[in-house]
């Protein structure tokens, strides 16, 4: 079966450290992997994508996410964690079972602290 | 400004009432999707629909249905069939196709339906 797994219910980091959270995915063919920020009571967010080429991907607000092919690995990085970056975090892949739909992990939720 | 708007923001309805949540999207997207999230479980994908009058049952479809009349319109019905509506339900919309058309979803902010 196709899927996403986010290991970490929760991340705490301290404001000004890098921060990583992890995702890991099972798909049959080139996978096509998203990142999603949600604030509280909001709809998510597109943080970044990747569907081919360079392995480190950069997006939106300083983000970036490595792709690892033999980890079957899509990691979300900052090289240093805001406050305001507190939120819930989404990995999901998007895969084709007749038409395309989007798979979401379980979201992990990052706590920086001050 | 192009997005998603789902209405109302909060509901509350009387267990084993049927209920109608909107969502328009001005983004002149053709794939609709509606999703549930519950604390804990992630978003887990009720229907979707890549093109108007044509829609599928997604992971968690038995107690919902849909209906896709207009390009801008995926209305979802909460049936008093469904036996644990209370959640937070999201409406997403993208462009579908393969190839360069890897568009991200777009979501609206949410509606949040408590039965009771």
């Known amino acids: 079966a196709q899927s996403v797994a986010q290991p970490e219910d929760q991340v705490n980091v301290a404001e000004g450290n890098p921060l990583t959270v992890k995702c890991t995915y099972s798909?049959?063919?080139?996978?096509?992997l998203f990142w999603y920020v949600q604030y509280p009571n909001r709809g998510l967010q597109f943080l970044l994508k990747y569907i081919t080429g360079d392995n480190l991907v950069k997006g939106s607000y300083g983000f970036e996410a490595e792709f690892n092919k033999s980890q079957t690995s899509f990691h979300l990085k900052k090289p240093s964690a805001l406050v305001s970056d507190s939120a819930l975090y989404f990995c999901?892949?998007?895969?084709?079972?007749?038409?395309?739909?989007?798979?979401f992990g379980t979201g992990t939720r990052l706590k920086v602290l001050a | 400004d192009g997005g998603i708007t789902q209405s109302p923001k909060y509901l509350f309805r009387k267990e084993g009432q049927n209920v109608t949540l909107s969502c328009e999207q001005n983004?002149?997207?053709?794939?609709m999707y509606w999703y549930r999230q519950d604390p804990g479980q992630g978003l887990r994908l009720i229907y979707y629909s890549q093109i108007v009058n044509d829609f599928q049952k997604g992971d968690i479809a038995e107690g919902y249905s849909v209906s896709r009349e207009k390009k801008e319109s995926f209305p979802l019905t909460v049936t008093s069939a469904q036996k644990n509506p209370t959640a937070f339900y999201l409406c997403?919309?993208?462009?579908?196709?393969?190839?360069?058309?890897?568009?991200?979803?777009?979501f609206g902010n949410g509606t949040r339906l408590t039965v009771t």
């Open positions: 999901a892949v998007r895969v084709k079972s007749g038409t395309y739909k989007y798979i």
């Open positions: 997403a919309s993208s462009i579908p196709g393969s190839g360069a058309s890897n568009s991200p979803l777009h």
């Open positions: 798909v049959s063919g080139n996978p096509y």
């Open positions: 983004l002149n997207h053709d794939a």
